[in-house]
């Protein structure tokens, strides 16, 4: 018996949490039919050089509650 998406759709959202985090985490990276390693690994090495900064103390950190509050007011008239 084939699945409509409607009944698929129903039983997916029936799963546990973190069964459906995983199913949509896995849905969305299907979508990414452009994926590039070379992307993926320049993507990385920024990741390391931005800890990296972290770790040393060049760059300050906040929270994330803190920035979307600073660009709200820097951005909303």
């Given at each position: 018996?084939?699945?409509?998406?409607i009944?698929?759709s129903?039983?997916?959202?029936s799963?546990?949490?973190?069964e459906?985090?995983?199913?949509?985490?896995?849905l969305?990276?299907?979508?990414d039919?452009?994926?590039?390693?070379?992307?993926?690994?320049?993507?990385?090495?920024e990741?390391?050089?931005?800890?990296?900064?972290?770790?040393?103390g060049?760059?300050?950190?906040?929270?994330?509650?803190?920035?979307?509050?600073?660009?709200?007011?820097?951005?909303?008239?």
């Amino acid at each position: 018996m084939a699945h409509t998406s409607i009944e698929t759709s129903q039983a997916a959202l029936s799963l546990p949490l973190d069964e459906r985090a995983a199913l949509a985490h896995a849905l969305i990276q299907s979508l990414d039919v452009l994926h590039d390693p070379e992307v993926e690994q320049a993507w990385d090495q920024e990741i390391e050089k931005r800890i990296e900064r972290y770790e040393k103390g060049q760059v300050a950190s906040r929270d994330a509650f803190t920035a979307l509050e600073d660009l709200k007011s820097r951005y909303s008239a």
